[in-house]
């Protein structure tokens, strides 16, 4: 079984600064990584996902993410937000040997708020 | 291409009466499905999924049932809401590689 961890549940940041949103997982097995944004009463959009190869990931939106396998985290950073990337994002792992059953495991999410 | 819908986008319904919330995927077949839950202020709570035609899995004992009529159907009811059934909810299928595509959602309001 898995679990995720998003450490902070609000993180309010001003426009044009950098922001981090923090992601910690647990697994007794090698996992799939992902990033979700959820934009106001609507479904969540995948920004970036981590499968394989290198541990920096690019997503959409300029949004990356990197995993540390020792720290066993997958935190989401941007250099610079606009307020349109005001949103909540979860943070989701899968196990990789579950194939076609595959099920993902949610953080609690972490809404971020980008302030003029 | 593959797509996922998923209606009514709101709801206003009385408490005791039923519920019934659809949702379907086009351009794939035997879709692995999923019915979760945003309660105001919580993370994303797994109600059901589903492997395959009249296959259900239940994550949470609750007031809510699932059914799976049709390969790319999945149906969300309950008899008789509850207040406490009121939330956000979405359905999701294992079509993005490795992850899961979501439907826009359902604002359900039980008053």
């Known amino acids: 079984a898995q679990s995720v961890t998003q450490l902070d549940s609000q993180v309010p940041v001003f426009e044009e600064a950098p922001v981090e949103l923090r992601c910690n997982y647990s697994?007794?097995?090698?996992?799939?990584l992902f990033w979700y944004v959820q934009y106001p009463n609507q479904g969540l959009q995948l920004l970036l996902k981590?499968?394989?190869?290198?541990?920096l990931v690019k997503g959409i939106n300029g949004f990356e993410a990197e995993f540390n396998k020792s720290q066993t985290s997958f935190h989401l950073r941007k250099p610079s937000v606009h307020i349109s990337d005001t949103a909540e994002y979860f943070c989701a792992v899968s196990d990789r040997s579950s194939g076609s059953a595959r099920q993902l495991t949610f953080g609690s999410g972490t809404q971020l708020t980008v302030l003029p | 291409s593959q797509t996922i819908h998923q209606w009514p986008a709101t709801l206003v319904q009385p408490v005791g009466s039923p519920l019934s919330l659809e949702c379907t995927v086009e351009g794939t077949s035997n879709p692995n499905l999923y019915w979760y839950r945003q309660a105001a202020g919580r993370g994303l709570q797994l109600l059901f999924y589903?492997?395959?035609?009249?296959?259900i899995s239940s994550e949470v004992p609750q007031n809510l049932s699932a059914s799976r009529p049709q390969d790319r159907q999945f149906i969300l009811s309950s008899k008789k809401l509850l207040l406490s059934d009121s939330g956000f909810y979405l359905c999701?299928?294992?079509?993005?590689?490795?992850?899961?595509?979501f439907g826009s959602g359902t604002r359900l309001t039980v008053v």
């Open positions: 697994s007794s097995v090698s996992v799939y």
């Open positions: 981590y499968l394989s190869g290198s541990t």
């Open positions: 999701a299928w294992a079509g993005d590689p490795y992850g899961y595509t």
């Open positions: 589903s492997v395959g035609i009249g296959q």
